[in-house]
């Protein structure tokens, strides 16, 4: 199973960006699938996560202005962040818990971790 992240940039404050994230290999189910961020000199932190059949939940820095979706039939994660600040400036990580194929229990899985630099 792997985690495939994409999108990231660099934005002036108050600009836009879009995340996606998609899940390949051997899974029989996905049980959430989120993000998290890494700020220089700070611990990891999560942003958002989203259980399959369940709504978003977001941290509370980033409540109405990110956005997160998950399209099932793709086995992807998307974000989209709007208004962004220059605190928002970090690595961003998505993650899965997916079951595999012949597994009774699932994993937690993350993707290669992509740079998103806001620009004050």
């Known amino acids: 199973v792997q985690l495939q992240a994409s999108g990231g940039g660099l934005v002036q404050a108050g600009g836009s960006l879009r995340l996606s994230c998609a899940a390949s290999g051997s899974i029989f189910a996905i049980n959430v699938m989120g993000w998290s961020r890494q700020a220089p000199g700070k611990q990891r932190e999560l942003v958002t996560f989203i259980p399959t059949g369940g709504a978003p939940i977001y941290q509370g820095s980033v409540k109405g202005r990110f956005t997160a979706s998950r399209d099932n039939a793709k086995n992807t994660v998307l974000l989209q962040m709007n208004s962004l600040k220059s605190e928002d400036t970090a690595v961003y990580y998505c993650?899965?818990?997916?079951?595999?194929?012949?597994?009774?229990?699932?994993?937690?899985?993350w993707g290669q971790g992509t740079q998103v630099t806001v620009s004050s």
């Open positions: 993650y899965a818990n997916i079951r595999p194929n012949n597994s009774s229990v699932g994993y937690d899985y």
